[in-house]
């Protein structure tokens, strides 16, 4: 399922609240959320994650062990390695403070790579003491994909209206068309 970053805002919202009140029957409910959620403690241990997280990392996160991130390896939008102690998570529980307008690359044992956006938020007792945090991973990878597919498209539309050769042209705009179409199947906007 496609989540988009609209809905994010609420399954954040939802999490936070079935978190601080610590129901068992509640907590099982963030099992069903479509989106990869998981929660750590103060020192970013993995503590609980939600079925979707194995499915967006490829792999089982091992709790208790594994620190700060789901993800077998994470890079930052330009493909540099992001080791997990520099990921958002890492600097949300260590500033205290959430992060938003990050997006980064995780990258899956099998070597395929997910764009996404992540929601890392602390989560503080009743004192304000910092007790862990929750993060909520938002899947970007087909309208990432959607926006270079858009661009080809503008880029042979272009290219065909300055060559002087109709056949040339007509198979650029063939090609635009197709680009077009495949991006509107991966993301409709």
Known sequence: MNITLAAADGILARTLHI???GD??????LDELPAAVYVTDAEGVITY??????????R???LGQ?????SWKLYTEDGAFLPHDKCPMADAILTQTPVRGISAIAERPDGTRLNFVP???????AQRRLIGA????????ASKRAIVLREQARRCRRLAISVDDEQTASALNGMATEYEKE???LSPN
């Open 60 to 62: 089982m996160p091992a």
């Open 183 to 185: 991006a509107s199947k």
């Open 49 to 58: 994650y939600n079925p979707a997280c194995i499915a967006f990392a490829g």
């Open 24 to 29: 068992r029957l509640l907590l099982a409910a």
């Open 19 to 21: 978190l601080q009140t």
């Open 134 to 141: 929750v993060n909520v991973l938002i899947d970007v990878t």
């Open 66 to 70: 594994d620190r700060w991130c789901v």
């Open 119 to 125: 929601f890392p938020t602390p989560l503080f007792d």
